[in-house]
């Protein structure tokens, strides 16, 4: 965690320093801009291989990206505004905010796979605990209450489960984290459906809410007894304990760039050359299976109005595709399928850049 903040606050001495200079940026012989600022904000959830990939292709190129990991929700309304030059979220935007923004079309593009992952403070126990989506959703419903619980003890047989009480813990922010765990219980559960149902952000009947996955997994951690769900980055780095889920095939299967690879499926087969890629990967089907995987998706207007900095972003993303995947593992993200990766690159020349670049 002290290293992605660290790397953040490099970023953002390093945009900052740009500030007051002229917007030119230098053009290099394989076609990239550099000397460039851009800004991005939104999702938390990508936060770690984003802050990577922006560390690294500043060294390669010399442009500068500096990102604000706020939410999904506040980067959509941030790049909806036009107050940054590109959004990141783990929620695909809906036809209606698509329709509020004022610079016009925005286009999805999908960047690496990733995972909610159950993560719980209950230190005595040895083995990873075995949940169900209908008694997770119960547990976030507040209709289970205890750790000890039938429930949750007819999945666990052997498992001594303590007597204590269960203390959720949410996000409070417009969350794209939300939107792929509340998606996940809508799907499981008939009563979360018809209850808090899915979103950025929901009534939440029980439990705390902390800001960010970095707060989300901060609060479970110091709070014996607490359930909570961040990004599996966030869990493996902090050292927490996780859940194994259970599947559609019925299998209980523990998050892991396998599992989540897995989730994905034929999609890079069966994905349309024309698809928009506002597209699900929650509980496919499939023994191994992690299932409650996601996208995650950078938000760009398909319509630039500032050449150079129009340039720079297809610059940044061509290298993400075909460059940044191979980080995405050593930070436990899953790369996208290759296949995929080919039609995105391709899918970059339909952002319209106007000339100058």
């Not at 698509?98 to 909610?116: N, Q």
């Not at 808090?196 to 110091?222: I, Y």
């Amino acid at each position: 965690m002290k290293h992605w903040k660290s790397v953040a606050a490099a970023l953002l001495l390093a945009a900052c320093s740009n500030e007051g200079s002229n917007a030119s940026a230098s053009t290099n012989q394989n076609g990239s801009t550099s000397n460039v600022a851009l800004t991005g904000a939104g999702a938390t959830f990508p936060y770690p291989i984003y802050s990577k990939w922006f560390s690294e292709y500043a060294a390669a190129t010399g442009a500068k990206i500096n990102y604000q990991s706020i939410g999904s929700g506040g980067g959509i309304r941030q790049l909806s505004e036009q107050t940054v030059d590109f959004g990141a979220s783990d929620a695909p935007m809906s036809n209606e905010e698509m329709g509020k923004a004022k610079g016009g079309a925005i286009l999805h593009f999908p960047t690496v796979l990733g995972a909610d992952v159950v993560t719980y403070n209950l230190p005595a126990l040895t083995a990873p605990l075995r949940l169900t989506g209908p008694v997770l959703a119960d547990i976030f419903l507040g209709r289970v209450k205890k750790w000890n619980a039938p429930a949750i003890a007819a999945h666990n047989p052997g498992v001594t489960l303590p007597d204590l009480d269960i203390l959720v813990v949410h996000r409070s922010d417009g969350s794209g984290t939300t939107y792929i765990f509340t998606s996940y219980l809508s799907t499981i559960s008939p009563a979360w459906k018809a209850g808090p149902g899915t979103g950025k952000e929901v009534p939440w009947p029980v439990g705390l809410g902390a800001k960010g996955n970095e707060a989300v997994a901060g609060q479970v951690k110091q709070t014996p007894g607490a359930i909570g769900y961040v990004e599996l980055a966030y869990a493996t780095q902090n050292k927490m304990a996780f859940a194994s889920m259970q599947n559609a095939s019925g299998q209980f299967v523990a998050p892991s760039i396998a599992s989540i690879t897995a989730a994905a499926g034929a999609l890079a087969d069966t994905i349309s050359d024309n698809s928009d890629y506002r597209v699900s990967i929650i509980n496919t089907a499939g023994a191994t299976v992690y299932p409650i995987s996601s996208m995650t998706w950078i938000l760009i207007y398909q319509n630039q109005t500032d050449a150079i900095k129009g340039r720079a972003i297809v610059d940044f993303m061509k290298w993400a595709y075909e460059t940044g995947q191979k980080e995405a593992p050593s930070l436990d993200y899953a790369p996208l399928p290759e296949k995929m990766r080919a039609k995105l690159v391709a899918r970059l020349s339909s952002i319209k850049v106007p000339p100058g670049a």
